[in-house]
């Protein structure tokens, strides 16, 4: 059996929260068990033109011209005014003829006090129009500059594209054996860059997947500098990673010269070979070689040359803060770029890929 309470007592009480609901600087409702207004706020009544004087007594659902008659919202406050629920942060549109739409926010508790057979919900409105609407028009405006970055990068592509193809026509024309090697490679450098642009163009995203940015240059480096693909295959391996877009550039002209120094160089008088690009990547770690199975290094070292394309790997290794290490394979040669960022032990792999999501290599 409930507990008597001292109709003085009472009636203090509930005086004295009256007081406090209409006082409030926030919108403030307070209902009965019946989902009837015991109170409402004067900032209620202002911010959604209700007569704080008559609005007592009356349902919820009767409340200015009907628009609080959300039967999402009466289920909710009835559990809650059960105690089987409390409503934290109900996001519900107010719509009333004639006015404009409001988002709102509905924060709805039971009161805890000794009159248990008069059960009081105590509920706080946000209105959060305005912010909502802040936050569409941001997300608008970030939709209509990925849309505009993405035709950028797609005219780009097409210009970088039309650029190597007035390169490559050139090389067919000119006499020069020289000439055309060096009009050649500037085409190839173009066209790694037009590839990279285009991925961007279609994924719409900032970041790169690096298997699928390298398979893709590959194949255009091996249709335009391979004759015989039965005699010459360029192969891509590795893990799947992603990296930015100014990283992944700087990348695949490494790839791009090494590939190019590999077809020139590592299969004389018509030999058969293989040249494979892989990258492994281990959260923010990663490695890219390019090897092949040619006819390897000169045994005398200073008959190495160190040509432009040579210059431009190193330069570019720098960039990218990656060392260059450069070995024999037997036959071949292998030349890594190596990224490190953070060092690792045994062990730390796994560590890497919980706080990055990003896989290891299958062994």
């Not at 309470?5 to 004295?16: F, G, R």
């Not at 559990?79 to 107010?94: N, W």
């Not at 045994?299 to 040579?310: K, M, Y």
Request: aromatic residues 2%.
């Amino acid at each position: 059996m409930a507990a008597q309470i001292p109709i003085a007592s009472a009636e203090a009480a509930l005086s004295l929260t009256l007081a406090v609901v209409a006082s409030s600087p926030g919108p403030l409702l307070l209902l009965d068990g019946e989902l009837n207004i015991v109170a409402v706020s004067g900032s209620f009544a202002e911010a959604f033109n209700i007569d704080a004087a008559g609005a007592p007594g009356k349902p919820l659902s009767d409340l200015g011209g009907g628009e609080w008659a959300v039967p999402q919202l009466r289920a909710l406050l009835e559990a809650t005014i059960s105690g089987a629920a409390t409503i934290d942060a109900y996001e519900m549109d107010l719509t009333r003829q004639g006015r404009l739409t409001r988002c709102l926010v509905i924060h709805a508790e039971r009161l805890t006090y000794l009159d248990l057979e008069n059960p009081r919900l105590l509920v706080a409105v946000t209105d959060v129009t305005a912010s909502r609407a802040d936050a569409k028009a941001r997300d608008e405006a970030l939709r209509q500059n990925l849309v505009l970055l993405q035709e950028v990068r797609h005219r780009v592509a097409n210009s970088l594209q039309i650029i190597a193809s007035v390169l490559l026509q050139n090389a067919k024309k000119t006499q020069s054996d020289e000439t055309r090697g060096h009009l050649r490679d500037a085409h190839q450098r173009v066209m790694s860059v037009a590839a990279l642009e285009r991925q961007l163009a279609g994924s719409g995203e900032p970041n790169v997947e690096l298997h699928a940015y390298f398979t893709a240059l590959c194949e255009s480096i091996a249709a335009s500098m391979i004759g015989d693909h039965d005699q010459l295959s360029l192969v891509v391996t590795g893990s799947l990673g992603v990296v930015e877009a100014r990283v992944c550039t700087s990348m695949g002209l490494i790839v791009t010269e090494l590939v190019i120094n590999a077809l020139k160089h590592a299969f004389p008088n018509g030999r058969v070979g293989k040249i494979v690009v892989d990258c492994v990547v281990q959260g923010p770690n990663w490695t890219l070689s390019i090897s092949d199975d040619g006819v390897g290094m000169p045994a005398d070292p200073s008959q190495i040359r160190v040509g432009l394309g040579t210059s431009i790997v190193q330069a570019l290794a720098r960039q990218l803060e990656a060392s260059v290490e450069t070995s024999s394979c037997h036959p071949g040669t292998r030349v890594a770029i190596t990224h490190t960022r953070i060092a690792l032990v045994e062990g730390d792999a796994d560590r890497v890929e919980a706080a990055t999501g990003v896989a290891r290599p299958a062994a």
